[in-house]
């Protein structure tokens, strides 16, 4: 149990566009939904935190308008990249917060997007 | 502030060679510590944890023992197989519900 998926696995963009991402917990509700941004050979950075139903609290340099963070369910949350550009490509990954067990703390990770802006 | 460091890889072993991965933290307070591990094409799973000092925490023949006097938590297998490959990541987690993860070391095993 416990499983989080992301749509899409992998996507191309132009620059100036924008790419929405989803995740979804499959089999559980997640009060708590996390994304990731991990760059080549480095460590998973955390971009910001979202609990259903109110808004995301960003990480310090993460920009709140570029990264739109949504969680309107109990089992989605999407991260919208605004205006998209090459530097933004990078390898997201969302984790979901509390599992098929109740007061679990655990973290499922979804399998990640790639983007890449050309 | 919190971080970890991780032992870089790639790692090339044959199998049932033993393994160790090494990593160490900095972290104010006590923090809790992993170690996940992403197959190919999956996502991050929990491997093992533990929560405080002296706690091992082990899983599918890994283990890992929280070390505060050396801020260490190494990952150790003592006969790896080929469905052991995979990229291993060590985090922790002080107060809150954050993450922090050390770089990732990918693993192959061959036969």
């Known amino acids: 149990g416990a499983v989080v998926s992301q749509h899409p696995s992998w996507v191309i963009c132009k620059s100036g566009t924008s790419v929405k991402i989803e995740c979804r917990s499959l089999?559980?509700?997640?009060?708590?939904m996390f994304w990731y941004r991990q760059f080549p050979k480095q460590s998973l950075m955390l971009m910001a935190t979202?609990?259903?139903?109110?808004?995301?609290?960003?990480e310090q340099g993460v920009e709140k308008d570029k990264f739109l963070i949504n969680h309107a369910s109990l089992t989605l949350s999407t991260l919208t990249v605004t205006s998209a550009h090459p530097e933004d490509s990078s390898f997201y990954i969302c984790?979901?917060?509390?599992?098929?067990?109740?007061?679990?703390?655990?973290?499922?990770f979804g399998p990640g997007t790639r983007l890449t802006v050309t | 502030g919190d971080s970890v460091t991780q032992m870089e890889g790639p790692v090339t072993l044959s199998e049932e060679a033993f393994l160790t991965i090494n990593c160490t933290y900095t972290?104010?307070?006590?923090?809790?510590l992993f170690w996940y591990v992403q197959y190919p094409g999956e996502g991050l799973q929990l491997l093992l944890k533990?929560?405080?000092?002296?706690d091992k925490g082990s899983n599918k023949g890994f283990e890992a023992t929280y070390r505060k006097e050396t801020t260490s938590f190494h990952l150790e297998k003592g006969s790896v197989q080929v469905s052991d490959s995979a990229v291993y990541f060590c985090?922790?987690?002080?107060?809150?519900?954050?993450?922090?993860f050390g770089t990732g070391t990918r693993l192959t095993v061959i036969p």
């Open positions: 984790s979901a917060m509390g599992g098929p067990e109740k007061l679990t703390y655990e973290q499922y």
């Open positions: 979202s609990n259903e139903g109110s808004k995301a609290t960003y």
């Open positions: 533990a929560t405080k000092a002296d």
């Open positions: 089999d559980f509700q997640a009060t708590t």
């Open positions: 972290a104010t307070g006590y923090p809790s």
């Open positions: 985090a922790l987690r002080a107060g809150a519900n954050n993450l922090f």
